[in-house]
């Protein structure tokens, strides 16, 4: 795949690479796809002089007859995860590693998310905006916030992908004639629309649909081939217009948008599929209304448009409507017999739904450890790098002082005697700096006993005010003494908290980390497990992807666990109402590294140095105004350092994602030898 000769490569895709891609894109257009593979094959074989950008090209043409010609997603994702492999080689070129790096992330995005893995290809999304967010153009920042949207749109968090799929029609130009534009920004209009409605914001749901309308009605008539494509989606919208009304109990109008929808998509090769839900919608209205004729009538039809046309879902609530029919006629055994045939039908379809939304854990967790030991292999080569450059840089800055030396000693000896002179100088400020350290440390043990004192001095008075007011709160007294009894109440458990986290600041400085063996998949799952409840109260869910296998590690039980739920117990503060956080165990060279993602208000530029910070002025209240003292992170990094460990963090305005690293144990150490132990031999 590389030239025997070393030389540059070039950048950009090579003249021969060009004309490859435009057969291939013709085989792919003719429904040649597997001539067009063998020319990959071909071409990829026989050519001495790829450029990185070649090659990521072959790869991501396979990716793309894979992902959209044959819909073979796992694939397509194994094609995915090489573009992205290639696209880090192109770490050194700043402006083609951002092109490469997006794309890529973009593509693994896509397939997970036909894949059904929602967690795995919002994480790739998310960090393809993160690397390259500062230079998307409208269009791309458009196509990201559409994915976002749909993402969230299938794990139904409906007010998230409504704000995703507005953002995304605010970045996207109409272009006039362009009929995938077209269809975009209809498809937008919609997403919007349903997203309000399944939020029962039923009034804007509304606006929307009629935007929906009205921009087919505007842009249509432009793609005169299209007539047909333009009517059905006429129909589509009328379809979900009824459903609002429906929802509002205006049901004549329902019914005359039903029967608009069903006029236009039963003709034959329109959305036949789509006008026999709206029949059951409209067949659902005159059960609820007991219109038993027009009922029987309708449900007749559309059995008889069954027998043709599957539709799942249609055929077990026709058999549902059928059974209430013959209940209302005194048919029963008919209503039984329609009402086991709905329920097998619909176990049916629960098993299918649920067999499309299990996750492929074990590859999942295989493509991130690969690329986790890509970024390694690449980080320590550019680690490696700028150790030579500094290395180098010393050696001169050396040569130069020596020779600067030689000089001056050359021309004068009392050059030498006042070197010498401030030498003595410079000896003498250490001295005194030293002093001065260690009196800046005396001063900070007293500090810190100062601290504990008065912290341990002031938590008995101000625990008994907290329950003298808490008995006087349920005394009987007027509306205004009560506000007075609770704003000292509330004050007091304030102070109580700022104080035991004072005390617990000064604390972990002295105190001794005592390891112990842990299996971290479980502490972690512990906490997780705990703060789901908190999370809870503000609609927020916690996702959580563990190592594939246990892994202990020595280390204080109770002392990490505070660390992980500081670190979610934030997340949840200062991500908004709605919200998804991602917590994550991975193992990398040597350590284990947890990360807790959220999807929150992020940490500014100008506060980041002081976020780790012992009473840091980053400290600021939560997305429903909870106390924040600034004390946490600080009372985890000192956790963390003690344990031999590494704390960070990445921030954008589109959330934060804060990393702890632990080592593993020594192979020789009672831990790792533990665990060999525990493993059965074969």
């Known amino acids: 795949m590389f030239s025997c000769k070393k030389k540059t490569t070039p950048v950009g895709n090579s003249d021969e690479y060009l004309r490859v891609r435009d057969r291939v894109d013709s085989l792919f257009r003719t429904n040649h796809g597997k001539k ?9 074989n026989h050519s001495n002089d790829l450029t990185l950008e070649d090659r990521y090209g072959v790869y991501g043409l396979r990716y793309f007859y894979y992902h959209r010609n044959v819909g073979d997603h796992k694939q397509a994702l194994a094609y995915a995860d090489t573009m992205l492999s290639i696209a880090k080689e192109s770490i050194d070129n700043p402006q083609q590693y951002t092109h490469l790096f997006i794309d890529a992330s973009f593509a693994l995005g896509d ?4 894949l059904q893995q929602y967690s795995a290809a919002y994480q790739h999304l998310f960090q393809g905006y993160v690397v390259g967010k500062s230079s998307l153009n409208r269009l791309a920042l458009s196509e990201y916030m559409y994915r976002m949207g749909m993402i969230t749109y299938k794990m139904a968090n409906y007010k998230l992908s409504k704000n995703y799929f507005i953002r995304s029609y605010y970045y996207y130009d ?3 004639g362009d009929f995938a534009n077209f269809y975009r920004v209809q498809e937008l209009l919609d997403n919007i629309a349903l997203s309000y409605k399944h939020s029962n914001r ?13 921009f087919v009605n505007k842009y249509g008539p432009q793609f005169k081939d299209r007539a047909k494509m333009m009517e059905i989606a006429r129909g589509v919208i009328y379809g979900n217009k009824a459903e609002i009304f429906i929802l509002k109990k205006n049901y004549e109008q329902a019914i005359t948008l039903l029967k608009k929808s069903i006029r236009i998509n039963l003709q034959k090769d329109y959305d036949n599929v789509d006008a026999e839900l709206s029949e059951i919608k409209l067949a659902q209205i005159y059960d609820d209304r007991h219109r038993d004729a027009e009922l029987y009538n309708l449900l007749t039809a559309i059995g008889e448009q069954l027998k043709t046309i599957k539709n799942p879902d249609a055929e077990a609530d026709w058999n549902r409507l059928m059974s209430n029919y013959y209940q209302r006629k005194r048919d029963l055994q008919k209503a039984l017999n329609y009402l086991q045939a709905y329920n097998k039908l619909k176990d049916e379809n629960v098993a299918r739904l649920n067999l499309l939304k299990e996750s492929d854990i074990d590859k999942q967790f295989d493509t991130y450890e690969k690329q986790q030991e890509i970024e390694q292999l690449s980080n320590n ?9 500094v290395i180098l840089i010393i050696a001169t800055m050396a040569l130069i002082i020596i020779f600067l030396i030689y000089r001056n000693w050359r021309r004068s000896k009392k050059d030498v005697q006042i070197v010498k002179s401030l030498n003595e100088q410079i000896n003498a400020q250490n001295i005194e700096l030293g002093k001065t350290l260690n009196e800046l440390k005396v001063s900070s043990q007293e500090k810190d006993r100062i601290l504990r004192t008065v912290a341990h001095d002031l938590r008995n008075p101000i625990g008994g005010i907290a329950s003298l007011t808490s008995m006087l709160a349920d005394d ?33 400085t002295s105190i001794e980390i005592n390891a112990e063996l842990v299996e971290i998949n479980a502490l972690v799952s512990t906490s997780v497990e705990l703060l789901r409840f908190k999370a809870a109260e503000k609609a927020q869910k916690v996702f959580f992807e563990p190592l594939p296998n246990p892994q202990q590690l020595m280390i204080s039980r109770e002392k990490i666990w505070r660390v992980i739920n500081n670190l979610i117990s934030n997340a949840v503060k200062f991500s908004p109402t709605g919200a998804a956080i991602f917590v994550k165990v991975t193992k990398e060279t040597g350590q284990v590294v947890i990360s807790v993602l959220d999807n929150g208000i992020g940490i500014p530029d100008k506060l980041k140095d002081q976020v780790f910070n012992m009473f840091t002025k980053a400290q600021r209240p939560g997305t429903s105004g909870e106390k ?16 031999h460990g590494k704390i960070w963090f990445e921030s954008s305005n589109q959330g934060s994602v804060f990393y702890i690293s632990l080592p593993l144990p020594d ?15 074969a």
């Open 381 to 389: 080569n550019k680690t490696q790098r700028i150790v030579l450059v």
């Open 476 to 508: 009987d007294y007027t509306e205004e003494q009560k506000d007075l009894i609770n704003l000292v109440k509330e004050t007091s458990h304030n102070s109580l908290e700022l104080i035991n986290e004072i005390l617990e600041a000064t604390n972990v």
């Open 202 to 214: 039923l009034d804007s749901a509304m606006i929307y649909f009629d935007r929906s309308l009205s």
């Open 111 to 114: 397939t997970y998310f036909n």
């Open 36 to 44: 067009g593979l063998l020319l990959l094959d071909s071409f990829i």
């Open 667 to 681: 192979k020789d150490s009672p831990a790792e030898s533990s665990q060999q132990a525990s493993v059965p031999k």
């Open 628 to 643: 924040s003292f600034g004390l946490g992170l600080s009372i985890c990094k000192q956790i963390i350092e003690k344990s």
């Open 174 to 176: 109409i272009v006039p």
